[in-house]
């Protein structure tokens, strides 16, 4: 039986959502508020987190960072729940590291079918096997969720790490930017293709020597983006 970890501190809401999911036959555990959230989240072991964002007492952002951060939680899907609508908090919340990002009021039904996709289907590259990806002095550690450059580390976010996962695995590969949005962000996204070229660019100067130049993340004009170091492409 999967476990399901909900923090949310609207009574009536939490009522809601444990009774649906524990008909679903899902076991439920939580709390009301984000005081002590990482502890219970290491003492239930949960196969998925749904995590207020805006908690009396707490930032559900920085629950799903700390999260992130403890390696034996960091592969849990997390679900944000939230009236937050924006583009931009929407970014923001994938970006940190969640898997998903529900807009309140929501459909039950529709939020527990989001939740039975997450765990059939690994969010991202976060399910892929671990290992560790090289090319032209840039290193990946999918393990230790750690990247460096000609041997020191460098700081990627969440979502930076998990594209420049994706196409490092696939080099050579170009995708669009469709496709880059379905393998990293993942179907449910709430964002715009755009959103891609504002992340590679972000990568671009964090693992370019020269990111003006770059030799690792091309462009394919008219198309997307491939990881092929050391080829310069069109774009």
Request: one cysteine or more; glycine letters at 8%.
């Amino acid at each position: 039986m999967k476990k399901i970890l909900l923090i949310e501190d609207d009574a009536d809401l939490y009522a809601l959502l444990k009774y649906n999911l524990e008909r679903e036959g899902f076991a439920t555990a939580g709390s009301q508020t984000g005081k002590g959230a990482l502890e219970l989240c290491r003492q239930a072991r949960p196969d998925l987190i749904l995590l207020d964002i805006m908690l009396p007492d707490s930032d559900g952002l920085d629950i799903c960072k700390a999260v992130r951060a403890d390696p034996e939680l960091a592969e849990t899907p997390v679900i944000f729940l939230t009236a937050r609508a924006s583009e931009t908090d929407r970014i923001v919340g994938l970006e940190i590291g969640a898997n998903d990002y529900v807009v309140k009021p929501f459909f039950v039904r529709e939020l527990i079918a989001r939740i039975k996709l997450r765990l059939r289907v690994p969010g991202g590259v976060r399910g892929a096997a671990s290992r560790v990806l090289s090319a032209a002095g840039l290193e990946l550690d999918a393990a230790s969720r750690q990247v460096r450059l000609d041997g020191a580390p460098l700081a990627l976010t969440a979502t930076e790490f998990r594209l420049l996962e994706y196409l490092m695995s696939r080099p050579g590969v170009v995708f669009n930017r469709e496709q880059l949005l379905d393998a990293v962000w993942g179907e449910d996204r709430a964002i715009t293709d755009r959103a891609v070229d504002v992340y590679v660019l972000r990568l671009r100067q964090k693992i370019e020597r020269d990111p003006a130049a770059p030799t690792l993340i091309h462009s394919v004009r008219g198309f997307g983006y491939t990881f092929e170091p050391r080829r310069a492409m069109a774009g």
